[in-house]
T-cell receptor, first 113, second 117 residues
Framework: EPEVTQTPSHQVTQMGQEVILRCVPI?????FYWYRQILGQKVEFLVS????????KSEIFDDQFSVERPDGSNFTLKIRSTKLEDSAMYFC???????????FGPGTRLTVT | AQTVTQSQPEMSVQEAETVTLSCTYD???????LFWYKQPPSRQMILVIR??????QNATENRFSVNFQKAAKSFSLKISDSQLGDAAMYFC??????????????FGKGTKLSVKP
């Protein structure tokens, strides 16, 4: 069964460094999402992406964040200059249409020191 | 803005018994979807069950069923005949059906379910 994959599973970085989190959505999906979960808190929506552009973003998704689909398979989340409060689990998800199920990846745990 | 509240951080159930997980939400919209997702330890979230707000009938999927009370904005999940494999974090989620919405999910904080053999 097709799955969403994410790499790396755990990333440790120093404050101020740039990180790129990678996701490979399910191949025939058209809608892509990033969510994050700070330890002990809710899973929060960051951004949705469709037709090679951002379709919605939350207040969390400020200028430090960007997303890209550089080729036909990868979907990346870049954080330009990481802060301590960016430490969280980041989940990628994809779906065929907005009203249907979103399939989640296993997440990347980002630790900013 | 919509919010989702899960008031039970942890629940426990004996194998083969029934457990109900609570979820309430707040919205001014009349048309939306509600979901329960399951996240086993170190695994990805998977969809357990989905409910369309316009449907009065409660959704069921095998041992999983919901009690959807639209007026009360309540959406509880009942797991019957609990199995060891049901142990996981369960998230309640809301999605708008508003025209133009791209489907981002709004989650509750989750309920950690333990199943005792």
């Amino acid at each position: 069964e097709p799955e969403v994959t994410q790499t790396p599973s755990h990333q440790v970085t120093q404050m101020g460094q740039e990180v790129i989190l990678r996701c490979v959505p399910i191949s025939n999906h058209l809608y892509f999402y990033w969510y994050r979960q700070i330890l002990g808190q809710k899973v929060e929506f960051l951004v949705s992406f469709y037709n090679n552009e951002i379709s919605e973003k939350s207040e969390i998704f400020d200028d430090q964040f960007s997303v890209e689909r550089p080729d036909g398979s990868n979907f990346t989340l870049k954080i330009r200059s990481t802060k301590l409060e960016d430490s969280a689990m980041y989940f990628c998800a994809s779906g065929t249409v907005p009203s249907y199920e979103q399939y989640f990846g296993p997440g990347t745990r980002l630790t900013v020191t | 803005a919509q919010t989702v509240t899960q008031s039970q951080p942890e629940m426990s159930v004996q194998e083969a018994e029934t457990v109900t997980l609570s979820c309430t939400y707040d919205t001014s919209e009349s048309d939306y979807y509600l979901f329960w997702y399951k996240q086993p330890p170190s695994r990805q979230m998977i969809l357990v069950i989905r409910q369309e707000a316009y449907k009065q009938q409660n959704a069921t999927e095998n041992r999983f069923s919901v009690n959807f009370q639209k007026a009360a904005k309540s959406f509880s999940l009942k797991i019957s005949d609990s199995q060891l494999g049901d142990a996981a974090m369960y998230f309640c989620a809301y999605r708008s059906r508003k025209r133009g919405s791209q489907g981002n999910l709004i989650f509750g904080k989750g309920t950690k379910l333990s199943v005792k053999p």
